[in-house]
């Protein structure tokens, strides 16, 4: 999931990994991405998301972080239009929280599909 505020991208701190990450995860058997990540959400971040503020964005691959060297991340994001909602950190995540692209590469652990996401973002000037 992709959450835009005041230039800067909602990630979540999965506690299993130790990186900051976009919202969401895997599917599930019987699932498609959008069911995937309505599920995830409410699980990770304890909200119910409004479909009609979600739109499909892009689909990123990227190499998996913590993974096999050879094992790539294959993703299809969605742009939500969080508004006033708010986002509760629950099960492996640790926290839920805005980073501008300069504020994520001080963090120690860079993911590369979330670096993608920025390129993608800034590319399609959603952020500067």
């Known amino acids: 999931m992709v959450v835009l505020k005041e230039q800067s991208l909602l990630l979540a701190f999965s506690n299993n990994k ?3 990450y ?5 599917i599930d058997a019987g699932e498609n991405a959008q069911q995937a990540l309505l599920r995830e959400i409410e699980e990770e971040l304890d909200l119910v998301l409004d ?6 964005l892009c689909h ?16 299809d994001c969605f ?10 950190a629950s099960q492996e995540i640790g926290d839920a929280r805005y980073f501008s692209f300069a504020e ?12 993608t996401m ?3 973002l800034r590319e399609r000037g ?3």
């Open 104 to 115: 994520y590469r001080q963090q120690p652990v860079q993911v590369p599909g979330v670096l």
């Open 79 to 88: 742009l939500y239009d969080a508004r006033d909602d708010r986002f509760i």
């Open 126 to 128: 959603l952020l500067a």
């Open 18 to 20: 130790q990186a900051w």
């Open 51 to 56: 479909t009609g503020r979600l739109q499909f």
């Open 60 to 75: 990123v691959s990227a190499p998996a972080y913590g993974e096999a060297p050879n094992v790539v991340m294959e993703q």
């Open 118 to 120: 920025f390129g993608i």
């Open 22 to 26: 976009l919202p969401g995860g895997k």
